[in-house]
């Protein structure tokens, strides 16, 4: 649909045309879905349609003619917002789409300091937010009753954005959003249950228990033991059995890191029985916590680290 973008005049000549068009359409998914002739000319003398900052464009398609708005926002900063608004009669055959499109062009051929071109809508206008998707935009945010709604509950304001270097680029760059899942908790909970399982590996009653050993300790399992000595999950469960150990164990110096997702190595001095030895063990948490690898070497007595 071969359109292009005119200038437009808030304050001058395009004043009552501009008037015309914003009260004579109803923008049922606005703030404000309809504005009188005396609210517009107060937003145009406030300089909300065109300052130093924000311009507004007539979207003047070949064979339909004058279709509609394009205002755009914050144009000095690093991002910059759109407001797309077409007249009734033009909505529902995808102009939208190429005004969009042009709108995007302009915006990063006439404004070099904007890295991003931001537009939020209201969650339900789907037509906009298709016009976003057919462009390229990438859904970024889901801003929950960030929408007022005039005599309703608010809805929740979606935003989307286009990135110069994907402009230029022509690809389109997908929002990272496990990122935004706290990675920090995860590990945290992660380590927490790590603890609580090498704590459990480390008490009598379970070192006696073949069975509950087999749950804690991964098939692939190998210790390397104070002495020197390599102990397969088999072999270490038989020792056990025999001598599980007695009396109060003592962790300290605790030490924890998530290795990968899923992947914790812990570091710790065991004193027990009056002997103390440096602990590393390696935990698989999938999503139960296995441990896959573990290793003793003693502290001599008197060592002070
Ligand atoms: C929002 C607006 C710019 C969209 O432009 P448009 O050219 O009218 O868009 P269309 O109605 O052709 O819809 C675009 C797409 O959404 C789809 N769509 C529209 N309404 C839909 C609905 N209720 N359910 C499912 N799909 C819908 C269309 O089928 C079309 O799909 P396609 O791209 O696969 O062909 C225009 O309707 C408008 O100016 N509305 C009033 C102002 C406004 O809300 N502006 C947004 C402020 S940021």
Partial sequence: MPLHLTPLAAAGEDRDELVSFLTRNVFPFHVRPQSTEQQVRA???AGDWG?????????????????????????????????????????????????????????????PAVLRLEGQTREDNIAMRRTFERCGWVLEAHYRDGWPVADGEPLASVAFSVLRRDWANGTTTVAPWPVLTDPSRDAKALIAATWEAEERLLTPAVRADAARLRE???????????????????????????????????????EARQLAPGLVLLNYVLRFDGRSSRRTSIWRVDPEPRCVFHQGTSVPRGSAR
């Fill in 43 to 45: 937003a145009i003398d």
């Fill in 51 to 111: 300052n130093g900052e924000t311009e507004a464009l007539w979207i003047d398609d070949e064979e339909r003619g004058r279709v509609g708005i394009v205002r755009l926002h914050d144009l000095t900063d690093a991002t910059a917002m759109v407001d797309l608004r077409l007249g009734e009669p033009h909505r529902g055959f995808g102009v939208g789409a190429s005004a969009l499109a042009a709108a995007t062009d302009h915006v990063f051929r006439k404004h």
């Fill in 216 to 254: 804690l300790l991964a098939a692939d399992f190998v210790e390397i033991g104070q002495s020197g000595r390599r102990w397969t999950r088999d072999e270490i469960i038989a020792a056990l059995a025999s001598d599980p150990g007695r009396g109060e164990i003592e962790i300290g110096e605790r």
